[in-house]
């Protein structure tokens, strides 16, 4: 059975880092690029970025591009978020998700963790 | 960037009905690259739709897609009690992926 579980989420300041991760199992997670998708409260969802299977490509939504920062650890079958300088629309529900397809990433999600709240404020 | 825009916001139905929600990009998709997922309260999507009209693993096929190009539907054939909730439609034809539609919400009539 694949499970996706996400850890990390706390409440932080303005202008504050934190780091996201997720641990995976029930899947070679190594064969599998990996996204986080994050959800405002009472809003729709929001693809953030994306890490191919090798880590060797990585892609940010503009929204976050040069403020976060996507990575993986395949010996660990976890993949991780850093992110810096937030700002209160920054405040969301933090999904790890699956890629659908093996190998090359083909950008939709067949497997979603239950996410972790992150909560930007002062 | 290409915008997908769902309608209707809300669809009110029964039990029992069949359910036709739609899913229109700003431009062409390519390949038929879009899907569909539901979203329970306080729960995570579930992938129900890829690749336009693909039934993901152990989604009962009550559920079916169709369209392409600009146009995409999602039908629900008969309404069961469990499948009223909120759905998004997202394109992934585009690299990076980058795109979900602001959703429609099925509600029980």
């Known amino acids: 059975e694949v499970q996706l579980v996400e850890s990390g989420g706390v409440v932080v300041q303005p202008g504050g880092s934190l780091r996201l991760s997720c641990a995976a199992s029930?899947?070679?997670?190594?064969?599998?690029?990996m996204h986080w998708v994050r959800q405002a409260p009472g809003k729709g969802l929001e693809w953030v970025s994306l890490?191919?299977?090798?880590?060797?490509?990585?892609y940010y939504a503009d929204s976050v591009k040069g403020r976060f920062t996507i990575s993986r650890d395949n010996s660990k079958n976890s993949l991780y978020l850093q992110m810096n300088s937030l700002r209160a629309e920054d405040t969301a529900l933090y999904y790890c998700a699956k890629d659908g397809r093996i190998a090359v990433a083909a950008g939709y999600f067949d497997y979603w963790g239950q996410g972790t709240l992150v909560t930007v404020s002062s | 960037e290409i915008v997908l825009t769902q309608s209707p916001g809300t669809l009110s139905l029964s039990p029992g009905e069949r359910a036709t929600l739609s899913c229109r990009a700003s431009q062409s998709v390519s390949s038929s690259y879009l899907a569909w997922y539901q979203q329970k309260p306080g729960q995570a999507p579930r992938l129900l739709i890829y690749g336009a009209s693909s039934r993901a693993t152990g989604i009962p096929d009550r559920f079916s897609g169709s369209g392409s190009g600009t146009d995409f539907t999602l039908t629900i054939s008969r309404l069961e009690p469990e499948d009223f909730a909120v759905y998004y439609c997202q394109q992934y034809g585009s690299s990076p992926p980058d795109t979900f539609g602001q959703g429609t919400k099925l509600e029980i009539k």
């Open positions: 890490i191919s299977w090798d880590g060797g490509s990585t």
């Open positions: 029930g899947f070679t997670f190594d064969d599998y690029a």
